[in-house]
């Protein structure tokens, strides 16, 4: 009998990372479905495609674990075939083929038509903008552009990504329209750099222009806005913001530190000053903004004066939302010729003191939420609760709103207007008031 080679194939994709990771692992998906390949995402399946994350030291040692453990899997006889690709397997691919050569093949970032090759698959470049999408239905990633020019010397993004590439326009008309169709009401912009958008393309800045193409595709409600650059901001996509209801008050701009010595360092071309006024015109022209920041502690020859300056800054800024990782010491960076020179619990003990303090200025500003009404995204029920979010808060990163599912009954994927009746640090509670339809 020749029962295994009756047996049909499932490919199951495993996503680690980003967002950016996400999106690529739903366009792989998109490419297997239109293959007639039975795919699933981080579910069973018996040939495994892993898409890697190396960004820092947890990102690879993650994508590392997971990567042995389905070659045990392989092994044990509970999976046939074991394939790589991502930024994990860009980056290292010589390291990764010697020491785990058990992998069936490994690809890079750049290598889809090989690895649809390997899958039996054939790349179809007619599939534009399609795409098997893994998110709750209401909302899906949209990346404008791949790599990134930028010079930070603490990143390796470049490395295993390439230089910044912009989408053409009309390819992401075409992707958000196709995404609408689907029943996505929020898009969330993403690319290593936002504010670089279309200067390879169209010679200029270009994400307000694309912003006003997106607004018009129907069914599209929210827009927001990952993964700004501080230098060269764009200030024409606050008159957008301003002026289009569909675009969320929120910037997602990372911006790593504060102290003029550490900046110059890190090659992010700007000061405490610029970046101070920069946050300032942000809630002058926008004034009910929401900005999330990210921040780097324990880089090389950051002094407890440097941390001081930091912690001052975060306290006095305010942020909306804030995260904080500690320095990862990456190789082929700029900054991996100078001296990893702060201790590792130092590092840490710094982060907590960032979020601690962050921790009580959420605390704060979601106490003043009390009582006001909110529309809201219901992304899904878990538990006794259903989870929502406000235009001002990003999923999985950002507060949620929760409202007791034994009191009332909500939709996901629908919005809803939502009264707060209660805060915690990162999470509001709330009783629905209606149903709202698209925001006038």
């Not at 020491?99 to 093949?105: Q, R, Y």
């Not at 504060?258 to 000061?271: A, E, F, N, P, W």
Request: contains cysteine; proline residues 4%.
């Amino acid at each position: 009998m020749r029962t295994k080679s009756l047996k049909k194939n499932k490919i199951n994709v495993v996503t680690l990372g980003c967002s950016k990771n996400v999106y690529d692992s739903e366009v792989l998906m998109g490419q297997l479905r239109a293959n007639d390949k039975d795919v699933v995402h981080e579910e069973e399946g018996n040939i495994v495609v892993i898409n890697t994350c190396g960004f820092i030291d947890n990102a690879k040692e993650e994508s590392v674990n997971t990567i042995l453990e389905y070659v045990e899997k392989k092994e044990a006889g509970e999976v046939d075939k074991v394939f790589v690709t991502g930024c994990l397997s860009e980056r290292y691919k010589p390291d990764l083929q010697k020491e785990i050569p058990d992998v069936d093949a490994y690809f890079g970032t750049s290598e889809l038509p090989s690895l649809l090759k390997a899958l039996e698959a054939d790349y179809k470049h007619e599939l534009i903008g399609e795409r098997m999408t893994t998110t709750p239905k209401n909302y899906a990633y949209l990346k404008i552009a791949e790599g990134c020019d930028r010079p930070c010397s603490f990143c390796a993004i470049p490395l295993m990504r390439g230089k910044h590439k912009s989408t053409p326009i009309e390819a992401l008309v075409t992707e958000s329209q196709k995404l609408a169709a689907k029943g996505v009401k929020e898009l969330i912009l993403i690319a290593q750099d936002l504010t670089y958008y279309g200067l390879d393309l169209y010679k200029k800045r270009n994400l307000a222009e694309l912003l006003q193409e997106l607004v018009k595709v129907e069914g599209i409600e929210w827009i927001r806005l990952h993964y700004a650059f501080p230098t060269g901001f764009p200030m024409d996509v606050l008159d957008v913001m301003n002026n289009e209801p569909k675009i969320c008050n929120y910037l997602d701009i990372p911006l790593q530190h504060i102290s003029d010595r550490l900046l110059k360092s890190m090659r992010r071309g700007t000061t405490q000053e610029k970046t101070t006024k920069l946050i300032a015109d942000f809630r002058k022209y926008v004034p009910n903004m929401a900005i999330r920041t990210t921040l780097i502690v324990g880089y090389p020859g950051e002094t407890e004066e440097d941390f001081q300056t930091l912690k001052s800054w975060v306290t006095a800024m305010r942020f909306e939302r804030l995260g904080c990782f500690t320095y990862s010491h990456e190789e082929n960076t700029h900054a991996y010729n100078l001296v990893d020179d702060v201790p590792e619990e130092v590092k840490q003990e710094r982060a907590n003191e960032i979020m601690e303090i962050q921790s009580q200025i959420s605390w704060e500003l979601n106490q003043e939420k009390i009582g006001k009404t909110f529309r809201c995204i219901i992304d899904r029920k878990e538990g006794n609760y259903f989870v929502g979010r406000t235009e001002f808060d990003s999923p999985d990163v950002d507060n949620e709103v929760l409202i007791d599912a034994a009191k009332f009954y909500l939709k996901q994927g629908e919005f809803a207007l939502i009264k707060i009746t209660d805060a915690a640090d990162f999470d509001l509670y709330g009783e629905p008031v209606e149903l709202v339809g698209p925001k006038k």
